[in-house]
């Protein structure tokens, strides 16, 4: 075939000149040059400001989380709710190959299980919306899980003595659709209710 007649042919190599100044190439060790670098940065202090600066960073990245963008105190107090109803889009077998139930099935968890605590969505910057956190765990029959949108969780728990946690990035907030905070989400028979209130 004519391609491998090409690959096949003789090679011939053919001098095309210089086309820019040339120099030598210098390889340094990059590994010389990062111990040299970090020499330097050493004797001039700053190694230990990037240091410190580095350090302090990550704990006020710890101590004070970005706020959860998107979410406003609550101006009118609303009730919506969630059906956690999902379809499988493939079969659920057992271990040995029979299936339990066939993809397209509709599936409720509050079929077989409840919920064992309420979520509180509050913003821990604005005091009202804290001392509501406090009245409503204290009030509340079922155990309650706090939950920051904006604020200084580690400065919570030490307060309060019990575990704060962060809807890190939103990732909760979306789930729930939530816009506003305060915010309670609860189960209510087989769909979940989601509470925006006005403190």
């Known amino acids: 075939s004519l391609i491998f007649l090409v690959f096949c042919g003789p090679l011939q190599a053919e001098d095309l000149g210089v086309i820019g100044p040339t120099y030598e190439i210098a390889e340094r060790d990059l590994i010389a040059v990062i111990q040299e670098k970090l020499r330097h940065l050493e004797r001039t202090g700053e190694l230990d400001r990037m240091q410190e600066d580095y350090?302090?960073?990550v704990l006020d990245g710890i101590e004070r989380p970005k706020p959860v963008p998107g979410i406003r105190p609550t101006e009118t107090a609303r009730t919506y709710y969630i059906d956690p109803t999902f379809t499988l889009d493939r079969n659920v077998q057992d271990e040995h190959g029979r299936i339990l139930y066939p993809a397209g099935t509709k599936i409720n968890p509050f079929d077989y299980d409840?919920?064992?605590?309420v979520l509180l969505f509050f913003d821990g910057r604005d005091e009202k919306q804290v001392e509501f956190a406090k009245r409503f765990m204290a009030e509340s029959a079922l155990p309650v899980k706090p939950i920051?949108?904006?604020?200084?969780?580690?400065k919570l728990m030490?307060?309060?003595?019990?575990e704060v946690f962060y809807d890190q990035g939103g990732a909760l907030s979306r789930r729930f659709s939530i816009?506003?905070?305060p915010a309670v989400v609860s189960q209510e028979g087989k769909r979940i209710r989601v509470d925006e209130i006005r403190p």
């Open 114 to 117: 409840r919920m064992s605590k």
């Open 179 to 181: 816009t506003q905070s």
């Open 148 to 154: 920051l949108v904006a604020g200084e969780p580690l």
């Open 55 to 57: 350090k302090r960073k």
């Open 158 to 162: 030490r307060e309060w003595k019990r």
